[in-house]
């Protein structure tokens, strides 16, 4: 069985540019998670997806972050304009379920974002 | 807010030696407990996890962790580490069956071969 995959693993960009990561979930995972982790922090969820609708985009930052679903598989994430502050891993993940906290979470390698 | 708090960021040991991290949380209601890791290189994978019953649960690699309601500890161990045990680790709690896991800051350990 396939991972979740992310592309690209890695990006420096300069502030106030742009950018966007992508998420493939594991094949037939009707939740995907989008996180944020920090160096030295956890995992902080900015969204979560079931099937192509948001459950919770609470601790999204909206001014700059948004992301998209469109048909229930994919995803992306993207940010624009970029901040200092947004240099961080950004991790997908997908579980086989509905939006449940019991539901094991499949991680993906991450993309790690520079922002100079 | 709730959190979680892990206290040891770093840990070195010997192989063999006994190994316990901590992890607290602030919330006083019903509470799922996990444990993930992340060896280097690799992706977060879920080690062990607690939803109810049995306070000790045994998850993979020999790895078994206690939910103690009293001290809001959910404490993990292995009593004889191996130098394959190096990764970092991460607590996360789920509060009231919402849907949000909240994370620890992760401790990282490292084993001497």
């Known amino acids: 069985e396939a991972g979740v995959a992310q592309s690209p693993r890695y990006k420096i960009i300069e502030k106030r540019q742009s950018v966007a990561f992508w998420c493939n979930p594991i094949?037939?995972?009707?939740?995907l998670y989008w996180y944020q982790q920090i160096l030295g922090q956890g995992p902080k969820l900015l969204i979560q997806f079931q099937n192509n609708g948001v459950v919770d985009d609470s601790q999204l930052p909206k001014d700059r972050f948004s992301a998209e679903r469109l048909k229930g598989v994919d995803s992306t994430l993207k940010i624009q304009p970029a901040k200092l502050e947004d240099s961080a891993v950004y991790l997908c993940a997908s579980t086989l379920g509905t939006a449940s906290w019991d539901n094991e979470q499949f991680f993906g390698p991450g993309t790690r974002l520079t922002v100079l | 807010a709730q959190s979680v708090s892990q206290h040891n960021h770093h840990v070195i040991l010997s192989e063999a030696a006994s190994l316990e991290l901590g992890c607290n949380y602030s919330?006083?209601?019903?509470?799922?407990l996990f444990w993930y890791v992340q060896y280097p290189g690799q992706h977060l994978q879920l080690l062990l996890k607690?939803?109810?019953?049995d306070p000790l649960v045994k998850g993979i690699k020999g790895f078994e962790a206690e939910f103690i309601k009293s001290k809001f500890s959910f404490n993990l161990r292995k009593p004889s580490v191996q130098w394959s045990d190096t990764a970092e680790y991460f607590c996360?709690?789920?509060?009231?069956?919402?849907?949000?896991?909240?994370w620890g800051a992760g401790t990282k350990l490292f084993i001497k071969p």
């Open positions: 996360a709690v789920n509060a009231d069956s919402n849907y949000q896991l909240i």
């Open positions: 607690y939803f109810s019953g």
């Open positions: 919330y006083g209601g019903t509470v799922n």
């Open positions: 094949s037939g995972h009707a939740t």
